[in-house]
């Protein structure tokens, strides 16, 4: 019986396979011989450019990106909010009556003189109700509520100072002043309440932190 050639291999046309599992991201290194305890998880490829993390770290952590929409700022009070609402309603009510103010003092000038007045303190009311909302002051919502007041009061002197009238018609005259102070005396302790003032001072805190040129 013949002998095989000795240059034949029995091996010879068979495909060569690695022996045990290989990295499945590139590498051909064989992790048949290593222990479990050194056979690493490698995680797959992340999204987005963040690079991989511990399982169970908290956002803010290295690996992280942080949550969306980044820290919640301070949070506004209901007394703000409702100052606010006070302030817009007595300049809307305000609004209405300088027309009618400033058509009936067309030829006095006294009458004249506080429809203007009036207007402008309609439009520090609307300025003073959104710096309250936003939490950067109260000067503006101050001085137009403060104005309302002042106003009320002119028109209970210059009530007191007709002549005949009796009882009944200077009780009836006042009350449309009085009525027209009760929203800004509200609103005014609302304005200065600890709430309102945290709030502003948390606000303006944050302001300068984010923009230190603008510290004092």
Known sequence: MSQPPSSWDPHAGQQDYPQGPQNPY????SFQHQPPSQQAYVPPPQYGGYPPAAYGAPY??????????????????????????????????VLICSFFVLAAGTDIVELLLIGIVQ??????LIFGAVQLTSGTGRTMAVI???????????????????????TADFDGAVVIPLFFAVMPAVALGLA????????????QGQAQAQNPQWRS
């Open 119 to 124: 207007l402008i303190s309609v439009g520090l």
């Open 26 to 29: 590139g590498s051909t290194e």
């Open 192 to 203: 200065f309440s600890s709430a309102v003032s945290k709030f502003i001072a948390e606000k």
């Open 60 to 93: 803010g952590q290295p690996g992280y990106p942080p949550p969306y929409g980044g820290p919640l700022g301070p949070q506004r009070p209901g007394a703000a909010l409702a100052a606010a609402v006070l302030s817009y309603v007595q300049a809307g009510l």
């Open 144 to 166: 137009g509520n403060g104005v309302q007041l002042a106003l009320v009061v002119y028109y209970l002197i210059r009530i007191s100072s007709l002549d005949g009238l009796d």
